[in-house]
Structures are given as structure tokens and as C-alpha cells.
């Protein structure tokens, strides 16, 4: 069982900057990929950017330029730097784990609400 713990939410202005980070357990971390979501209100969870064991990153085209997501192998830890919010960017923020290059997400931690203030 992996264990996905979120932490650095809060409240922002736009145009302000935060970094979530997520913390994940197990000895074989650095073979996971790891994604960061987010659902507004009414809307349906989205995936907002992933990252491959390899290094290798994807970034949803709303994000993109703006958010980047990062991992450090050594500290089990995978980061999610936003740079110029919007008020669109309000949402609760998971992180998740899965094992393997493809397929469903598996390991889920409970969220961390980001409010950006217009």
C-alpha cells in the first residue's frame, strides 16, 4: 500500500505563486508515476500535470507556462510550483501514484484546497 500525503494549499491573489508538495511512501518510489489533479466545484477532476520515473513531464495545455511539476527521488517528495494564478485555478489539488508508464492512478492522498482571489 502507498500512502499520498498533500500539503501547501491556501489562499492567494492572482497573479500570486504556491507550491504544493506531496510526500509518498515506499521503497520504490522513484519507479512511480506521479500526477497532481484538481476538481472546482461542479466540475469534474482533471488532470493538471504528471510525472514519469524517467523525468519526463506533462502539463495540461491550461497550465502549461505556468505550473511545473518536479520530484525528488531521494525524499520520496513530488512538488507542483504554480506561478501566476488565476482565479480559474481555484480547486482542491490531489496528488496520486500509480505504478507503470500508463493506465489508472491507484494511490490517491485526500486533497488540498487552492483559493485564488481576484
Known amino acids: 500500500q502507498v500512502q499520498v500525503v498533500e500539503s501547501g494549499g491556501g489562499l492567494v491573489q492572482a497573479g500570486g505563486s504556491l507550491t504544493l508538495s506531496c510526500a509518498a511512501s515506499?521503497?520504490?518510489?522513484?519507479?512511480?508515476?506521479m500526477g497532481w489533479f484538481r476538481q472546482a466545484p461542479g466540475k469534474e477532476r482533471e488532470l493538471v500535470a504528471q510525472?514519469?520515473?524517467?523525468?519526463?513531464?506533462y502539463h495540461a495545455d491550461s497550465v502549461k507556462g505556468r505550473f511545473t511539476i518536479s520530484r525528488d527521488n531521494a525524499k520520496n517528495m513530488v512538488y507542483l510550483r504554480m506561478n501566476n494564478l488565476k482565479p480559474e485555478d481555484t480547486a482542491v489539488y490531489y496528488c496520486?501514484?500509480?505504478?507503470?508508464?500508463?493506465?489508472?492512478?491507484?494511490?490517491w492522498g485526500q486533497g488540498t484546497q487552492v483559493t485564488v482571489s481576484s
Open positions: 496520486a501514484a500509480r505504478r507503470g508508464v500508463a493506465g489508472p492512478y491507484v494511490y
Open positions: 510525472i514519469w520515473s524517467g523525468g519526463s513531464t
Open positions: 515506499g521503497r520504490t518510489f522513484s519507479t512511480y508515476c
